[in-house]
């Protein structure tokens, strides 16, 4: 596996907890996991992780496959989550600035289901129509690039300024906890303290730094909710970014914003707690810093 490749959240969901199966599956046909916790978490660039403070990411981390990828550019928000969760390029989801209130450029009219383009969870919907899924972000943004219309629960948590970020991050992980009794097989907690603070204070400043760890902690509530969910044998969680930044800004052309975060953790949630070498032969990749 390469280092460095672009994401894909629909391949990746596709290829654990949906009918289209995946090399590890035990039929072409069967899905590895019936449920996905996928983490995103905006402005967090993968040569900023503060490793040694988010023990809860390290060990999803260690536990699974760690790799970095390089984002769309311009090195910013809604054209690189717009392209993860509709599993195309700008060309088609016509996202190309930070903060696209719409698509820049309108995608092809045959490509549109009910008005917006499928993604994720509309192929989760079309393949398994009784299935729960949950969408919760503090950024709007969100809302725009991914058609929330096919997810079962969606719901935007807002409010003023940079610094509430982090109580409504937290409110999306308190209302996340709730949507786990549903059991759903698709669930989003995005959190965008790291980047709203990352434009405030820098990339790597110490306010920064403490949004990252705040968001460890969140994660950690996650993994313990997913725990007393009953779902953690059957659960796959990814966490996923959008661009990094540098000094107060992202969009740039350099590794600072260029690079983020992909983890995927176990390889095999029946191989869970059965030890590294027990697992599918799949490279952990690391990133140096």
């Given amino acids: 596996m390469k280092t460095t490749q672009k994401i894909s959240l629909l391949a990746a969901v596709a290829a654990v907890a949906l009918c289209g199966g995946s090399a590890y ?8 996991a019936k449920h996905v916790v996928l983490i995103g978490v905006d402005g967090f660039g993968a040569r900023w992780i503060p490793w040694d403070k988010m023990p809860n990411l390290k060990a999803l981390r260690d536990g699974g496959l760690y790799a970095t990828g390089r984002d769309s550019y311009p090195t910013s928000s809604a054209i690189n989550w717009a392209t993860a969760f509709f599993g195309t390029v700008v060309e088609v989801h016509g996202y190309r ?14 490509a549109l289901e009910d008005g917006r383009l499928p993604c994720v969870f509309s192929e989760i919907r079309r393949q398994d129509p009784a299935a729960y899924t949950a969408t919760l972000f503090t950024w709007d943004g969100i809302g725009r690039c991914q058609n929330t219309n096919a997810a079962s629960f969606a719901r935007h948590f807002p409010g003023p300024g940079r610094d509430a970020y982090p109580p409504r991050d937290k409110s999306v992980i308190d209302e996340g906890l709730k949507q786990l009794a ?20 820098g990339w790597g400043s110490e306010k920064f730094t403490n949004a990252c760890v705040r968001v460890d902690e ?17 659960t796959v969680f990814m966490l996923v970014a959008d661009h990094g930044g ?17 983890a995927d953790h176990p390889l095999h949630p029946g191989l869970r707690g059965a030890g590294r070498d027990a697992r599918p032969q799949r490279p952990a990749v690391r990133a140096v810093r």
Avoid at 97 to 110: L, Q
Avoid at 182 to 196: E, N, T
């Fill in 182 to 201: 549903h059991k759903p097989k698709l669930i989003l907690f995005y959190q965008g303290q790291v980047d709203s603070l990352g434009h405030g204070y």
């Fill in 97 to 110: 600035n930070w903060n696209s209130a719409k698509p820049d450029i309108p995608p092809p009219p045959a």
């Fill in 25 to 32: 599956a035990d039929s072409p046909k069967a899905p590895i």
């Fill in 246 to 262: 540098e000094g107060t800004k992202h969009g740039l052309a350099n590794l600072n914003c260029f690079e983020i975060p992909f």
């Fill in 218 to 234: 969140n994660i950690g509530r996650i993994v313990e909710g997913v725990k007393k969910a009953g779902m953690w044998d059957d």
